[in-house]
C-alpha cells in the first residue's frame, strides 16, 4: 500500500516538475507581451544622434553662459535693445507661425503678415513653414512616435533632445500626409522658406549684433554673446519649455486624457501659450487660452490690437457653454479654480510678468 502511495506522489511530483519545464520551455519559445514590447520598442526607437546639431546647439549654450557671464558690463540701451527684440522674436512665434500660420485662428492682412515674417525671422525655429507642418504633426499625433518632440520620452527628449537625434521614421511617413496646401499657396511663407537661411542668417545674427555695435558702442563680445546669442538661446529655451513642462507637470481642467496641461510656470514665461490643456482640447482658439483679457496672454493682447485696427479679422474662438460641457465632461476637475479674475490677481500677473522679462 505505502509503496502504490509514494509511486503515486512521485509521479505527481514528476509532472509538477515536468510542468514546470514544459513553462520554461514555452516562456523562451514564446514571449510574454512585456517582452514582445520591450523589443518593438527597441527596434524603433534608436537614438541616432546628428552631431553637427550636437555641436551647435551644445556651443550655443556654451556661448550664451559666457554671454551672461559679461553681461553685467552691457548698457542700458543694450539691455532695452536686447529686450524689445527677444519680445518681438517671441510674437513671431507665437502670433505667426503658431496661431496665424499653423492653426489659421485669425486672418491677418499683408502688412500683419510681413511684420510677423520679419519677427519669426529674428529666431532661428526653423521656417515658418517646416515649424507649422511639425506642429500639426504633434497636434495630430501627440505623444506618439509620429509626434516629433514626443513627450512620452522624458523630459530632455521633448524639450532639446529631438532636435538632437534623427527624427523617427513615423515622423517623416505621418509628416508626408500633413496637408500643407495652404501654406504653400501664401508667396510670403514660401519666400521665406525658400530663402530661410540667407533671411535667418541676416536677422538672427548679424543684424541684431551689429547695430547695438555700430550705433550705441557697445563692444562686439558683449553684441555678439550677452545679446545676439544670450537672447536666441533664452527664447529658443522658453519654446521648447511648451513641449516639455507643459506636457508633463500642471492640472488638465478640459481634457484630463491628453498628455498637455496648464502649466503656471509656462503661463508667465509662455506669453500665452502655456495654457496648454486648453489649446490641444481646442487648438483652433485664436487665444490659444481661455480669457479674453490677461496680461499672461500679451499674444492675444497683440492679436486683439491688431484687429481694433483693421488688420486682423476672422478670430475663431469657443463659446463659453462648449468649454464648461467639454471641461465637465473629460476635465480632470480643477476647471472651476482654474483662473484668478480678481483685479489683484491680474496685477499680480503683470508684475510678475513685466519683472521676469526685464531679468532675461
Ligand atoms: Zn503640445
Ligand atoms: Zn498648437
Not at 527624427?167 to 508667396?187: C, F, R, W, Y
Not at 503656471?264 to 485664436?286: A, R
Not at 481694433?308 to 480632470?332: F, L
Request: charged content about 20%; overall charge positive.
Amino acid at each position: 500500500m505505502r509503496q502504490i502511495v509514494d509511486s503515486a506522489l512521485n509521479r505527481w511530483k514528476d509532472d509538477e516538475v515536468l510542468e514546470e519545464v514544459n513553462k520554461q520551455t514555452i516562456e523562451k519559445i514564446i514571449p510574454s507581451e512585456e517582452d514582445v514590447e520591450v523589443k518593438e520598442v527597441k527596434k524603433t526607437y534608436v537614438w541616432n544622434v546628428v552631431w553637427t546639431n550636437v555641436l551647435l546647439i551644445g556651443g550655443l549654450h556654451l556661448g550664451a553662459i559666457y554671454g551672461l557671464y559679461i553681461r553685467s558690463s552691457v548698457p542700458l540701451v543694450g539691455l532695452v535693445f536686447n529686450r524689445i527684440l527677444g519680445f518681438v522674436s517671441i510674437f513671431g512665434v507665437t502670433a505667426g507661425a503658431h496661431r496665424l500660420w499653423c492653426h489659421k485662428s485669425y486672418k491677418a492682412n499683408t502688412f500683419v503678415q510681413l511684420l510677423l515674417l520679419f519677427a519669426n525671422s529674428l529666431t532661428y525655429q526653423n521656417s515658418v513653414y517646416t515649424w507649422s507642418r511639425d506642429h500639426r504633426l504633434h497636434h495630430k499625433h501627440s505623444e506618439t512616435d509620429a509626434d516629433p518632440h514626443n513627450a512620452k520620452r522624458g523630459f530632455f527628449f521633448s524639450h532639446v533632445g529631438w532636435l538632437l537625434v534623427r527624427k523617427h521614421e513615423e515622423v517623416i511617413e505621418k509628416g508626408k500626409t500633413i496637408d500643407m496646401s495652404d501654406l504653400q499657396a501664401n508667396p510670403y511663407v514660401m519666400f521665406q522658406h525658400k530663402y530661410y537661411y540667407p533671411i535667418v542668417f541676416m536677422f538672427t545674427l548679424v543684424i541684431p549684433t551689429f547695430i547695438p555695435w555700430y550705433f550705441f558702442n557697445i563692444s562686439f563680445l558683449n553684441c555678439l554673446f550677452s545679446m545676439t546669442i544670450y537672447r536666441y538661446i533664452m527664447t529658443l529655451n522658453l519654446t521648447w519649455c511648451i513641449n516639455s513642462f507643459a506636457h508633463m507637470h500642471g492640472n488638465k481642467p478640459y481634457d484630463a486624457s491628453i498628455g498637455p496641461t496648464e502649466n503656471t510656470f509656462m503661463k508667465y514665461l509662455g506669453t500665452g501659450e502655456g495654457f496648454h490643456n486648453y489649446h490641444h482640447t481646442f487648438p483652433w482658439d485664436y487665444k490659444a487660452s481661455e480669457l479674453q483679457m490677461d496680461f499672461q496672454n500679451m499674444t492675444t493682447l497683440l492679436i486683439d490690437f491688431f484687429a481694433k485696427c483693421g488688420w486682423v479679422t476672422d478670430r475663431k474662438t469657443v463659446e463659453k457653454p462648449m468649454i464648461v460641457q467639454r471641461a465637465s465632461r473629460t476635465g480632470d476637475g480643477t476647471y472651476k479654480k482654474r483662473f484668478g479674475l480678481k483685479f489683484l490677481e491680474q496685477a499680480k500677473n503683470l508684475t510678475v510678468y513685466l519683472l521676469f522679462w526685464m531679468v532675461v
